[in-house]
C-alpha cells in the first residue's frame, strides 16, 4: 500500500482508521514480526465522592493511548504510546521490532489487510448521553448518606465511578474491532463507633452496559443492609483462631474460589510454573458437589465483554465440571505458550498493558441445598457473611479477610466474631467444599494482576468448606 | 512541548476562558522493562506516558479538576472546561487553595539521574541474573517472577501565582523471585528487590544472593502451633506496619474520621520512649525522593513520634489551615486533597533503658517468632479500628534451631503492638520503604495449623 492512499495521518475515534492501522500492520510484518496488535482507546471517567452530608469530590478525566504489541515467536514486545498519530505509531512499531532484536529473513508471515469490521459499538454510542448527570448522581449519593445518619455512625461515604472506553483493535490476523464499554460502581461504607468499640461496613454495586443502572440502584437497601452490617460488628469479639468447619455466603464470597483457584487455572500461571494443576486437566482438583464456571456474557454483570482486548467474542469457561478440572483461561499468549485454546479472556486494564489471561464472571455453580442445610450440618464452625480482601501468594497459599463473621453452634448461627482470616491453598481446600447451596449470587469487583485492574464478577451459592484454618486473636 | 510551554499553554487557554485562577501537576515519563524465562526474552515493554492535572477555581472559589493524558492545545482546553464544571460541585466545607509554600525554595539534592542502558542491556543483565540465581542451588527450579526496568521521568507543579517547579530523575529496579521445590514437600518461594538511580547502581548480585538465601532458607519448613509468640518483626515487616496505619499520622484520615488519632492527640503517649519515627522523604537512601509534593509545598523531614509519643501530623495546604498549622510536603492534587507519608525512618531514641537490649536477633537463644515479610496488607489491616491480621514469611527460633513456619498470621492491635515493643535493636537496615532496625514485641497471637 502507498502511504499517499493513507486518507488520515492519525486515529479518529468514530471514523474509519482501516487504512492507516493496515499501513501500521503491514510495516510491522515487513520489519519482520510474525503477528502484530494495535490497541486503541478513548477513555472519559467521572468520580463522585459524598462524605457525611456533602459532596467533597468530583474527578472527571480522559485520555487516550495505544498499546502496540509484536510477537515474534513465542517472546512478544509491547510499546505504549499517547501519540495516536501515524508517525508515532509506527515508531512504536519500530521500537518493539527493535526490542526483539528482530531481524527481516525470507521467510515473513503474510498479512492480508483486515477482515470486515466488526463494530460492536453501534448501538452503545448514545450510552453517555443516558448515563446519569453529576447532578442525579450526587442527589442520590446524598440521601444515601443521609439515610445513615443514625446514632454510633461516625462515618457515611457514598461513592460513584463511571468508565466509559472506546476501543479499536487490529491485528495482523485480519482482527478489526471497535467496541464502547461502560462501567458504573456505586458504594456505601460506615464507620461506627461506641466508647472504645469500632466497626465499618461496605457494600459496593456495579454494572457494565446499562447506562440506566444507578437510577435503578436500591440505595435504601443499601444503607439498611451497611447499617445493620456495621451494628452487627460493633461489639463483637474478637474470633479464637483454629481449625473449624466453615459456611461462606454466596455473592462475594465467591472472592476466595476467584483469588484461591481462579488465578491458578489461569495461562499465565502455567507460564510461570506456579500453578498445581498444570498437568491436571480431566483429573480430580475439587469436591464433585462443585462445578465452577468462567464467562463473559451474562448481561450487565461486572466482569461481562461484548469483545475481550484480543478482539476474540468471550466464551463461557467450564474450568471445573463436578470436581473435574475441564479448562484453563487463555489469552494469545497463552495459547501460544501452552497450547490452550483462547476463551476470550485477554484482558487489560488500559492501552498501556499487555493483554493477559484474566477471568470475567466466575463463579462456583448452584447445589441443591438451602443455606440453613449447611449451617445445620456444623456443630462448631464459622459463618462468613462478609468476607473483605484477599490474595494468593506465589505458591498457592490464599488469605481473606471476613468483614462479617458469626459462630455457628450446634446447628445455630450466634454471636458475631470479628478479627477472623481464612489461610489456606486451593488444592488442599478445593476437595473440602463438600455442599454448595441453591443460591447463587453474583458480585461486582476488581481484580489487580498482571495486566493491571480489571473488572470482574465474582460469585457463588452458599458453600460449605468442611475445615479451614480462621486466624484470629 | 516541554513544561514550560505546557505551562505557557495552560496559562493562555485558561485567560481565553477568563479562569483567573488554577494549578496544575504534571508527570511525563518513558519506562523501559524486561522479563525472562528460563534464559529467554519473555516480554520487553516500552511506555512513553503523560499525565496532567488541573484544578481551576471558578468565582465563588470553589475547586473543580481533570486529569488527562491529552496535553494538545485542544486536551488542555477541553480539561480546563471540565474541571470548571466540576467545580460547581467544589466542596463548600473545605476550600482548597494554593499552597503559601509553593514559592519557597526547595532542597534540589544531586538528584544522581543516569542515562538509559537501553532494552538490550537490561535483557542481557536479566538473563544472567536468571542463570546465577538457578545455579545457586539445586532446589530452585524457576524464577518465575522476574523484572529488570528503569524509567525516567520528570514531575511539574506550577499555578496562576506564578509557581512553577520541575525536576527530573531516574530510576531502575530489579526484582528476582524464586520458586523452589524439593521432593515431597511444597514449592517454597522468596525473593528480593533492588533500586536504583540507574542500573549501573543496582547491586545485582545482591539481589541474586538475597533472593537465592531466603527461598532456600525456607525449604525446612513445619507447621506452628495457634498461641501468643514474642516477635522480632524484620526491618521491612515493621515498615510494612507502620506503613498500614500512617493513618494515626494523617490529618486528612483525622478529619475523614478514619484514623486512631484526633486533633488532640498530638503528645499522646503510643510506645516505649525508646522509640522514634520520622517521615523523611529527602533521606540521602531514598531513591525516589521527591523535593516537593502534588501542591508545591517542599518536601521536609517531619517527626512522627518521639520519644513514644506523637509529636506530628502530616498535612495538604487544607488540612495545615483547619489544624492551623503550616503544610508539611506530603499532599497529593486531587480534587480531594489526599496525603500520606513519604520514606518512614524508624530508630532508637537516647531513653533506652527500658528495653530488653538481651533480645537480638542474630544471638538471642530464648524462642521466638521472627517475622521477615508481611503479606496481603490491603486484605488483613483494619486501618480505621486498629487490628490486623496478617499472613507472614518467618521462622520459629527454638531450642536453638530455626525452622522456617509453613503457613500462618499473626494478629493484632496496632495501640498494643506498641506499647508492647520490648526491644529496638542498634543497627538501622535500609529497604525499599525506610530504614529501621529490627523490633520486638511481647505477646503477639500466630494463628498456624499444627
Known amino acids: 500500500m502507498l502511504s499517499s492512499q493513507i486518507k488520515s495521518n492519525e486515529i479518529v475515534f468514530g471514523s474509519c482508521n482501516k487504512d492507516l492501522l493496515e499501513e501500521i500492520i503491514f510495516y510491522g510484518i515487513g520489519l519482520g514480526a510474525d503477528f502484530v496488535e494495535i490497541f486503541i482507546e478513548n477513555t472519559d471517567n467521572s468520580t463522585v465522592l459524598a462524605e457525611e452530608d456533602f459532596i467533597t469530590s468530583v474527578s472527571p478525566s480522559f485520555g487516550r493511548g495505544a498499546g502496540i504489541r509484536i510477537f515474534k515467536e513465542k517472546k512478544d514486545g509491547f510499546v505504549s504510546t499517547n501519540d495516536l498519530t501515524k508517525h508515532g505509531l509506527m515508531r512504536s512499531v519500530t521500537q518493539a521490532i527493535e526490542m526483539l532484536d528482530i531481524v527481516v529473513d525470507k521467510k515473513r508471515e503474510v498479512f492480508n489487510g483486515l477482515n470486515k469490521h466488526r463494530d460492536y459499538s453501534l448501538c452503545k454510542k448514545k450510552w453517555i448521553n443516558e448515563v446519569p448527570s453529576i447532578h442525579e448522581i450526587s442527589e442520590k449519593l446524598l440521601v444515601s448518606t443521609k439515610s445513615l445518619k443514625k446514632n454510633k455512625i461516625i462515618t457515611r461515604k457514598g461513592s460513584y465511578s463511571r468508565n466509559l472506553q472506546e476501543i479499536i483493535i487490529a491485528s495482523s490476523d485480519g482482527t478489526y ?125 461486572f466482569g461481562s465483554l461484548s469483545v475481550d482486548d484480543e478482539g476474540m467474542e468471550p466464551e463461557k469457561s467450564v474450568l471445573i465440571k463436578d470436581g473435574i478440572l475441564k479448562k484453563f483461561i487463555s489469552d494469545r499468549a497463552g495459547e501460544l505458550r501452552t497450547g490452550h485454546k483462547r476463551t476470550g479472556s485477554g484482558r487489560r486494564q488500559n492501552y498501556s498493558f499487555a493483554a493477559a489471561s484474566r477471568m470475567r464472571n466466575t463463579y462456583i455453580a448452584k447445589g441443591e441445598h438451602s443455606k440453613e442445610d449447611l449451617i445445620n450440618s456444623i456443630s462448631d464452625g464459622l459463618y462468613c457473611k462478609s468476607m473483605g480482601g484477599g490474595s494468593v501468594g506465589a505458591t498457592g497459599q490464599f488469605n481473606f479477610s471476613v468483614e462479617e463473621g458469626y459462630l455457628i453452634k450446634n446447628g445455630k448461627l450466634t454471636n458475631p466474631v470479628k478479627g477472623a482470616t481464612l489461610i489456606g491453598e486451593a488444592k488442599d481446600v478445593m476437595p473440602k467444599i463438600s455442599m454448595c447451596g441453591n443460591d447463587l449470587e453474583l458480585a461486582p469487583g476488581f481484580c489487580g494482576s498482571i495486566s493491571g485492574s480489571v473488572n470482574v464478577t465474582v460469585g457463588q451459592p452458599h458453600i460449605k468448606v468442611d475445615s479451614i484454618t480462621v486466624g484470629g486473636r | 512541548m516541554n513544561s514550560k510551554e505546557i505551562t505557557t499553554q495552560i496559562s493562555e487557554a485558561a485567560d481565553s476562558l477568563n479562569l483567573k485562577k488554577w494549578d496544575y501537576g504534571a508527570s511525563f515519563s518513558n519506562d523501559f522493562s524486561v522479563q525472562v524465562d528460563k534464559g529467554e526474552a519473555k516480554q520487553l515493554k516500552a511506555s512513553q506516558k503523560q499525565i496532567l492535572t488541573i484544578r481551576v477555581w471558578n468565582e465563588s472559589n470553589l475547586v473543580g479538576i481533570t486529569t488527562t493524558s491529552d496535553i494538545s492545545e485542544s486536551g488542555i482546553k477541553k480539561a480546563l472546561n471540565q474541571a470548571n464544571i466540576a467545580s460547581d460541585f467544589g466542596n463548600k466545607n473545605e476550600r482548597t487553595e494554593f499552597s503559601p509554600l509553593a514559592k519557597d525554595p526547595i532542597e534540589v539534592k544531586d538528584l544522581k539521574k543516569r542515562n538509559p542502558v537501553g532494552i538490550k542491556k537490561l535483557l542481557t543483565l536479566l538473563r544472567k541474573a536468571e542463570v546465577k540465581l538457578l545455579e545457586s542451588h539445586e532446589s530452585i527450579k524457576s524464577v518465575p517472577y522476574n523484572g529488570l526496568s528503569e524509567s525516567f521521568y520528570e514531575r511539574v507543579y506550577a499555578n496562576s501565582d506564578g509557581a512553577f517547579r520541575s525536576y527530573t530523575k531516574s530510576q531502575a529496579a530489579l526484582y528476582l523471585y524464586a520458586r523452589a521445590e524439593e521432593k515431597n514437600k511444597k514449592p517454597r518461594s522468596s525473593g528480593s528487590v533492588k533500586l536504583g538511580y540507574g542500573v549501573e547502581d543496582i547491586d545485582i548480585e545482591s539481589c541474586i544472593k538475597e533472593a537465592s538465601n531466603k527461598t532456600i532458607s525456607h525449604l525446612n519448613y513445619s507447621s506452628i502451633k495457634t498461641d501468643k509468640f514474642l516477635i522480632c518483626f524484620s526491618p521491612e515487616s515493621f515498615l510494612t506496619i507502620i506503613n498500614a496505619f500512617s493513618s494515626m499520622f494523617n490529618a486528612r484520615s483525622i478529619l475523614d474520621g478514619v484514623s486512631l488519632s484526633n486533633k488532640n492527640s498530638i503528645g499522646e503517649k503510643l510506645s516505649t520512649e525508646a522509640l522514634n519515627i520520622y517521615d523523611d522523604g529527602l533521606h540521602e537512601k531514598n531513591i525516589s525522593s521527591s523535593p516537593f509534593d502534588g501542591e508545591g509545598t517542599p518536601t521536609k523531614r517531619l517527626c512522627l513520634i518521639n520519644k513514644g509519643r506523637l509529636e506530628n501530623f502530616i498535612h495538604s495546604e487544607s488540612t495545615a489551615r483547619i489544624f492551623k498549622t503550616i503544610p508539611t510536603g506530603h499532599a497529593g492534587l486531587g480534587s480531594k486533597v489526599s496525603v500520606s507519608p513519604d520514606w518512614i525512618v524508624v530508630e532508637k531514641s537516647e531513653e533506652d533503658s527500658d528495653l530488653k537490649t538481651s533480645l537480638d536477633h542474630s544471638t538471642y537463644e530464648g524462642e521466638f517468632v521472627y517475622i521477615e515479610e508481611l503479606n496481603a496488607i490491603h486484605a488483613g489491616v483494619r486501618a480505621s479500628q486498629g487490628s490486623f491480621s496478617l499472613p507472614f514469611d518467618g521462622w520459629l527460633y527454638q531450642n536453638g534451631e530455626k525452622i522456617s513456619i509453613e503457613s500462618a498470621t499473626v494478629a493484632g492491635d496496632i495501640k498494643y503492638l506498641l506499647k508492647n515493643i520490648v526491644n529496638i535493636e542498634s543497627n538501622q537496615e535500609l529497604t525499599t520503604s525506610g530504614i529501621s532496625p529490627h523490633i520486638w514485641v511481647d505477646e503477639l497471637s500466630i494463628t498456624g495449623d499444627a
Not at chain 1, 208 to 223: I, V, Y
Not at chain 1, 230 to 251: E, F, H, I, T
Not at chain 1, 275 to 292: C, D, Q, R
Request: aromatic share 8%; net charge negative.
Open chain 1, 177 to 301: 474491532v471497535s467496541d464502547i464499554r461502560l462501567h458504573q460502581t456505586v458504594g456505601l461504607n460506615v464507620i461506627a463507633s461506641d466508647a472504645q468499640y469500632r466497626s465499618s461496613g461496605s457494600r459496593r454495586f456495579g454494572s457494565s452496559g446499562m447506562p440506566n443502572e444507578f437510577r435503578l440502584w436500591d440505595h435504601e437497601k443499601a444503607a439498611n443492609d451497611v447499617f445493620e452490617s456495621s451494628m452487627n460488628m460493633l461489639y463483637a469479639d474478637y474470633v479464637d483462631a483454629g481449625q473449624m468447619p466453615v459456611v461462606l455466603a454466596n455473592k462475594f464470597g465467591g472472592v476466595i474460589f476467584h483469588e484461591a483457584c481462579g488465578h491458578l487455572l489461569e495461562t499465565t500461571q502455567i507460564e510461570r510454573g506456579t500453578t498445581p494443576f498444570e498437568n491436571k486437566l480431566n483429573e480430580k482438583i475439587a469436591h464433585e458437589s462443585v462445578t465452577a464456571i468462567d464467562e463473559g456474557i451474562s448481561e450487565g454483570s
